[in-house]
């Protein structure tokens, strides 16, 4: 069977990846395992801007896509951007077979807050499921609460659920 993999992009606490496994499973309905080796996302990494563009972590993580995955989802704690906008949360390549996503703009430090690991994997949890929903064909849904439903600051992400609306449900299972 068809494994969704999760590769760390960078330095990432590997219980923090383990521990995303098996919620993505119960969502998501598919085997989940870690990679157990690392991307270092240097290549990636803009000067200027000090942050690491995530469309070509994209296209490297495409030469490790292996027959057995089903996709492959990065997880990374660096600060990701795509030229046009100011940051992103995580980018997906459209119908797959490549996501990334990362933690960097996901914890309560960033903002001057005091640190919050369960708010971050719960936030985290439903940017990983977001992106894998993009390369699963799945746009951005209207539904707010749904887990597809589009956000550019944390407080959208703490308002959506970290599971799929019936609609976008039945578009990926029918
Ligand atoms: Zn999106
Ligand atoms: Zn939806």
Request: hydrophobic share 40%; net charge negative; with cysteine.
């Amino acid at each position: 069977m068809k494994t969704l993999r999760l590769l760390p992009i960078g330095n990432v606490d590997d219980r923090f990846l383990k521990d995303l496994c098996p919620v993505v499973e119960e969502v998501l309905r598919v085997p989940c395992k870690v990679i157990p080796t690392h991307l270092d996302p240097e290549f990636a990494f803009h000067g200027e801007r000090q942050q690491y563009h995530s469309s070509d972590i994209l296209r490297r993580m495409q030469t490790l896509v292996t027959p057995d995955s089903w996709r492959v989802l990065g997880v990374g704690m660096v600060d990701l951007y795509i030229p046009i906008l100011t940051f992103v949360f995580g980018e997906a390549q459209m119908g797959g077979p490549c996501a990334v996503v990362s933690g960097h703009r996901l914890r309560q430090e960033f903002y001057g807050l005091t640190s919050d690991r369960k708010l971050l994997r719960q936030r985290m949890i439903k940017e990983a499921i977001h992106e894998v929903g993009h390369t699963l064909d799945l746009t951005h849904c209207d539904d707010y609460r749904c887990v597809m439903a589009s956000s550019h600051a944390v407080e959208w992400i703490d308002l959506k659920d970290s599971s799929l609306c019936t609609t976008c449900r039945t578009a990926i299972m029918p």
